[in-house]
């Protein structure tokens, strides 16, 4: 029998825990699989823990891991993930069931077709705050001009994964991750589902601006050349005054000695540019030295060997 593990990362539900843990069971009556359900305390203020006891208490199916204090949702998928490796496929759902468990057996259905990775995505930003939606579509935006592996406007970490999938995970030793990113970049034959916008039931999201701002970021910064931008711009800009220079004092509006100056400050502008482009350029060579990701990751071969 197969085994599947449901990993809930969980930061003051309180009110969740116990409704997400009634409606979730209800869609993993499948007698191919033997599943648990994780859930991944990330250091909550409130009751989160004592209701999760709980429900372990009166079913051994339900595990749990507990933070010293708040980690991160990333680190407690993180967590999850290591310690679901013995699984044949995992589920990494939210707690405040805004992220819909009825999908879980169109999930296994996929799974069962071929797909490694079954992910999930918003199929529309209705619903949302409008300036979160205008700050999420530029930032997808962005991300994807700059990566050479794009992720799906509203894509979310809701997602089945084989455990060949999970061991490549753990394989990349990137202390900040953005687990988006990761797996898009390991590859492997993958599906989307999509769903319409769910509100919170209970409680209030624990996602500020502030804090969608540095993990947008550093999604950006772990996958991304963004920053080269900068050194190109400059280069841009210098090259544009250093016309326009020109053109003035074709005009007579620059006098001879001004013309000099200027041009002189350009060129050294031009000349700093791209030097700061060549450090860019290094330091991003450098960084991907030091993440220390697998140069490959194999799927299949004919000698059944794989990473």
Known sequence: MKTLTVIVPAYNEEKNVRPFYDEVILFLNNHEYEYDILYINDGSKDSTLSEIKKIAAMDSRVRYLSFSRNFGKEAAMHAGLEHSQESDAVVIIDCDLQQP??????????????????????????????????????????????????????????????????????????????????????????????????????????????????????????????????????????????????ILFIFNIFTLPIFIVTMEINLLWIILSILAYGGFYLIYGLRRQTLNRPIYLIDEGSDDSKN
């Open 101 to 246: 468990p009825f999908l879980i057996p169109e999930m296994i259905k996929s799974y069962e077709e071929g797909y490694k990775i079954v992910y999930t995505k918003g199929r529309s930003r209705k619903g949302e705050p409008k300036l979160r939606t205008v700050f999420a579509n530029l930032y997808y935006r962005f991300y994807n001009t700059y990566t050479d592996q794009p992720l799906d406007n509203g894509a979310k970490d809701f997602q089945l994964l084989d455990r060949q999938v999970v061991k490549a995970y753990l394989s990349i030793k990137d202390n900040y991750r953005f687990m988006k990113g990761i797996f898009s970049w390991v590859g492997y034959k993958r599906k989307c589902l999509e769903y319409d916008f769910i509100p919170r039931k209970y409680g209030k999201s624990t996602w500020s601006f502030k804090t969608l701002f540095k993990y947008g970021f550093n999604g950006m910064n772990q996958f991304s050349n963004i920053m080269m931008v900068l050194p190109i711009l400059s280069i841009l800009t210098g090259i544009i005054l250093l016309f326009a220079n020109i």
